[in-house]
Every structure is written in C-alpha cells, then in structure tokens.
C-alpha cells in the first residue's frame, strides 16, 4: 500500500520504481490539509510511506525503492552495480529538482488542493516566498530548469537512459520531478517547446514507458500489472 499524494514528484518516483520490478500496488490518498491516515501510521505528515506486511517505510522515496529492489523480483532498479551513482542522482534531484519543481508547482497547488487559508502557509514554508512571486517569477524558474537541462541534454544524446541502455531509478528521480513541474499547465505551456531535443527525446520515452495523469485519476495498481 503507498500512502501518496498524486501529483506528488516523490510519490510518482516510488510508482515508477513499483511498476519497473512489477509489483502490483494500492494507492491511499492522503488529502493535503487532512493527513490523518499517515500521522496515524507514521507520526509524521509527509509522503510517500510504502507499507508491505508489518514493514512501513518512508517518508522517503530511496529507501522505498532499496527496500522494493532487496524484496521483489524483477528488473533492478539499480542495473550494473549502479546504486552508488543512484544514489547521487537522487540527492541531486531532491534538493536541486525538488525545489525548482515546488517553484513550478506551487503556484498552482490551490487549484488541486482546494483553496484554503492555509495554502498561503503552506507554499511559504516549502519555497520561501509566496504563491504571487512564484507567479510572477514562473519565467526565471523555466530558465532554471532549461540549465539543469543543458548538460542532460548533451549526456542524453547518445544514450537511451541516464546509465546508458538500462532504465534505473536515476531516470525515475529526473524525470519525475519534471512531471511535476509540469503539471502546472502554465509553467507546461512556458517550458515544452523549450526542452532541448535529446532531453526531450527522454522525456517522451519516459512519458511513453509509463503516465500518471493525476487530472484523469491517478495510476490504479490494475494499470500498472
Ligand atoms: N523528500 C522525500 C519525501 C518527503 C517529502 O518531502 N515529501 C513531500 C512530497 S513531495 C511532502 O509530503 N510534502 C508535503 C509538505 O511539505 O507539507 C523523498 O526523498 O522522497
């Protein structure tokens, strides 16, 4: 069971993982300003928190995929004696995409999570400032990502993943942190026709290989088997 947020960048990073080993899952949905179900479990507010048996694991998506490579079968997360080098990608994204996609998504939060007194807060304590300049400033958090993209675009032009031939989790982590961004539409319409061809050209096969579309629900474990 993954207790999740849908349109959350560290959530869809532990679907990925799931669906890549073949494990069928259940979603809870945790509502932004009710998470009780998690506190109850956790005694935290944050997500993702994968549990399996009496094993509850999380808030934290590395130590979800460690946990489901080591226990299920299926095709590694981490091929070729790459854990190491996931790893440091997944710090990358964590802090780095992480923030840029709270910039690109945030502004738009109140619209999914309902609008409430509280989203002011809320977006205050995750980004630093508020939903108007994350508004007005959506431009220069495009052209902070287009960086990050112009030295992946280079390393993507000769290799089908981040590793090479193989998926991994270093692909789940980049990319799942751009779905999020995009899942504003407005920060969407400003950075596609943007992305660089060869990061692009990932994106797609990623899109392609597997797509939560949390307007139309959200990835139900029979979509995933
Ligand atoms: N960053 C952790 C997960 C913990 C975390 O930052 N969770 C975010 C989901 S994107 C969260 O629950 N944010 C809600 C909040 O800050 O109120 C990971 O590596 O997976």
């Given at each position: 069971?993954?207790?999740?947020?849908?349109?959350?960048?560290?959530?869809?990073?532990?679907?990925?993982?799931?669906?890549?080993?073949?494990?069928?899952?259940?979603?809870?949905?945790?509502?932004?300003?009710?998470?009780?179900?998690?506190?109850?479990?956790?005694?935290?507010?944050?997500?993702?928190?994968?549990?399996?048996?009496?094993?509850?694991?999380g808030?934290?998506?590395?130590?979800?995929?460690?946990?489901?490579?080591?226990?299920?079968?299926?095709?590694s997360?981490?091929?070729?004696?790459?854990?190491?080098?996931?790893f440091?990608?997944?710090?990358?994204?964590?802090?780095?995409?992480?923030?840029?996609?709270?910039?690109?998504?945030?502004?738009?939060?109140?619209?999914?999570?309902?609008?409430?007194d509280?989203?002011?807060?809320?977006?205050?304590?995750?980004?630093?400032?508020?939903?108007?300049?994350?508004?007005?400033?959506?431009?220069?958090?495009?052209?902070?990502?287009?960086?990050?993209?112009?030295?992946?675009?280079?390393?993507?032009r000769?290799?089908?993943?981040?590793l090479?031939?193989?998926?991994?989790?270093?692909?789940?982590?980049?990319?799942?942190?751009?779905?999020?961004?995009?899942?504003?539409?407005?920060?969407?319409?400003?950075?596609?026709?943007?992305?660089?061809?060869?990061?692009?050209?990932?994106?797609?096969?990623?899109?392609?290989?597997?797509?939560?579309?949390?307007?139309?629900?959200y990835?139900?474990?029979?979509?995933?088997?």
């Amino acid at each position: 069971m993954l207790f999740q947020f849908r349109y959350s960048g560290s959530a869809e990073k532990v679907r990925r993982a799931l669906r890549q080993k073949g494990v069928p899952w259940n979603t809870t949905e945790v509502e932004w300003f009710n998470r009780e179900p998690v506190e109850r479990l956790t005694n935290q507010k944050l997500v993702p928190v994968f549990v399996h048996g009496s094993t509850v694991l999380g808030p934290n998506s590395w130590s979800i995929a460690r946990y489901v490579e080591d226990h299920f079968p299926g095709p590694s997360l981490f091929p070729n004696d790459s854990t190491a080098q996931c790893f440091v990608v997944n710090e990358y994204c964590e802090k780095t995409l992480y923030t840029l996609g709270c910039r690109a998504f945030m502004p738009y939060a109140a619209l999914l999570f309902g609008y409430d007194d509280r989203i002011e807060a809320d977006v205050k304590r995750i980004t630093g400032t508020s939903r108007e300049h994350l508004d007005r400033t959506l431009g220069n958090t495009c052209d902070d990502w287009l960086k990050q993209f112009e030295y992946l675009d280079d390393h993507f032009r000769n290799r089908q993943f981040y590793l090479g031939k193989e998926l991994s989790f270093a692909d789940h982590a980049i990319y799942s942190w751009y779905w999020f961004s995009v899942n504003n539409p407005e920060f969407r319409d400003l950075i596609e026709p943007k992305v660089p061809p060869h990061a692009r050209a990932w994106i797609d096969r990623m899109k392609a290989w597997y797509y939560t579309d949390i307007f139309a629900g959200y990835c139900e474990s029979a979509k995933c088997q």
